[in-house]
């Protein structure tokens, strides 16, 4: 089964940046869309933002929406998330996850992910 390992993540203050990393330890990114999620303590995990298969579509949730880029390289079975103007409450564990075709539902195994702490 294919493994998906975040990295990048870290303490930041406020208005801060950090571009986090997801790697496939498979040639999958290429035939499936991937999606960036996060969860806070106490909270429920959320989607961030998506990629299409092929890179050319985005989307984002409407918390990051003009403050994140998503990216990917799929020759090298790797996904960016671009985080500017952190703020307090992007405080999460930070997951990727390669997205079903016809529900966009994530259905990859879940990685460790990856901790952004925004603080000052």
């Known amino acids: 089964q294919v493994q998906l390992v975040e990295s990048g993540g870290g303490l930041v203050q406020p208005g801060g940046s950090l571009k986090l990393s997801c790697a496939a330890s498979?040639?999958?990114?290429?035939?499936?869309?991937v999606g960036w999620y996060r969860q806070a303590p106490g909270k429920q995990r959320e989607l961030v933002a998506t990629i299409s298969a092929g890179g050319s579509r985005t989307t984002y949730g409407d918390a990051v929406k003009g403050r994140f880029t998503v990216s990917k390289d799929n020759a090298k079975n790797t996904a960016t998330l671009q985080m500017s103007s952190l703020k307090p409450e992007d405080t999460a564990v930070y997951y990727c996850?390669?997205?079903?075709?016809?529900?966009?539902?994530?259905?990859?195994?879940w990685g460790r992910g990856t901790q952004v702490t925004v603080s000052s």
């Open positions: 498979g040639s999958i990114f290429g035939i499936y869309a």
């Open positions: 996850n390669t997205l079903d075709m016809v529900t966009s539902d994530p259905f990859g195994s």
